[in-house]
């Protein structure tokens, strides 16, 4: 996490992309301007293109020219991408590939997704109240290695069959990165790293789990523990307020984020940050593009509002900014005021737009 310029002018490149992307992000955005004014901030935000919109104009989904625009910026907010209008794209060509591209091309090698459940939305949660009420947990996972980058990976057909690969692979320095910022948040939380692997399988997880007890030494006031991928899947449901920080790498940590998306109630709600060693960090809801409900007004906005929280925090060193947002979030919820998404039949259903409005009214 940066320190705040003395200068506080921040270039911001918006990638709001396809489905709900434009419709969370413009109230993302919206949030921004109320806190610019509040805390003395000043941001200039630079539109790009990408995914299926940027497939639309340029052909493919990462054009040079997002590339340049975000690496001219302080950071990248970006909303969703994809949608079936691309589906029959060839593979190297889905929308998807933006942010796969975004995140190798300015090594964002970890990424952070926090999981808390509001107490307004304990009902919401597909767990018990019991179960569910100390839920806040914070997933680190590694995203530049593994399943989805290692080479070799394809299909070939040998006798009449086809054959499909991919290669898990990951060095000493990919897994030493990822495992210090895990430390390193877990020291600001309740100091509780549990390592996932599946040690009793996979080569690289042992490698994953040698890596990480060697971190581990330099924090002395962490305790580190190892847990199976699966044995942690279950864990989750079982009892997810023992955990603090989850360590993993990319696949594990994949499915394990949306997993814990789902205990809180709506993959609406979370927000995640992409870090690496250098600036531009990138910051996205957890959610899809969600093409079913474009332009209905029934997205839910609080996921991508809080990753501009997230954005305030880790790129521009304005918690007291990052705090103001969170704060009114838990306003508007505690107020009664409720997308589509999280709405039971009680409290006010409000529509994408009007819940910014609410969350900026309480700023």
């Known amino acids: 996490m940066l320190e705040r310029r003395k200068t506080a002018m921040y270039k911001i490149a918006v990638l709001a992309g396809d ?41 493919m989904p ?63 949660s597909p767990l018990k ?11 680190v996972r590694e995203l530049t290695g593994g399943l989805y980058f290692g080479t070799p990976k394809g299909r070939d057909e040998s006798g009449g069959k086809v054959r499909a690969f991919d290669t898990m692979t990951y060095t000493e320095h990919e897994i030493e990165r990822v495992a210090h910022i895990a430390f390193k948040a877990a020291q600001k939380r309740r100091k509780r790293v549990t390592s996932v692997d599946k040690a009793n399988v996979l080569e690289t997880s042992r490698l994953w789990r040698e890596v990480v007890e060697k971190v581990a030494a330099a924090y002395p006031d962490v305790e580190l523990f190892h847990m199976y ?99 009114a979030v838990t306003r508007a919820l505690n107020g009664g005021y409720r997308t589509a998404d999280i709405y039971s039949g009680k409290g006010r259903l409000v529509s994408t737009a009007e819940m910014g409005d609410i969350v900026v009214d309480y700023i």
């Open 129 to 139: 109240r019991e179960i569910v009420e100390e839920l806040d947990l914070l997933i």
């Open 229 to 327: 991928v699966d044995n942690c899947s279950m864990q989750m449901v079982i009892n997810p307020g023992q955990f603090d920080v989850i360590l993993t790498e990319n696949t594990f940590g994949d499915i394990l984020s949306d997993e814990s998306a789902v205990l809180t109630g709506s993959i609406g709600m979370l927000p995640s940050a992409s870090l690496g060693d250098k600036q531009p960090y990138l910051y996205e809801p957890t959610h899809g593009s969600a093409p079913d409900i474009a332009g209905s007004g029934r997205a839910n906005p609080i996921a991508c509002i809080l990753s501009a929280s997230m954005m305030l925090e880790y790129s521009f060193g304005a918690s007291d900014a990052a705090s103001a947002i969170k704060q």
């Open 62 to 124: 990462l054009p040079e020219s997002t590339v340049k625009l975000c690496g001219e910026c302080d950071a990248v907010l970006f909303g969703a991408v994809g949608g079936p209008k691309w589906d029959g794209v060839e593979s190297r060509l889905r929308p998807e590939r933006a942010i796969l591209g975004l995140r190798k091309h300015f090594g964002l090698y970890a990424n952070l997704r926090p999981a808390v459940l509001f107490p307004p939305l304990i009902d919401a």
């Open 19 to 59: 489905g709900i992307g434009p419709e969370v992000m413009a109230e993302a955005v919206k949030v921004l301007r109320a806190v610019e004014k509040k805390f003395g901030l000043e941001f200039e935000f630079r539109e790009g293109l990408a995914g299926g919109a940027a497939i639309d104009v340029h052909g």
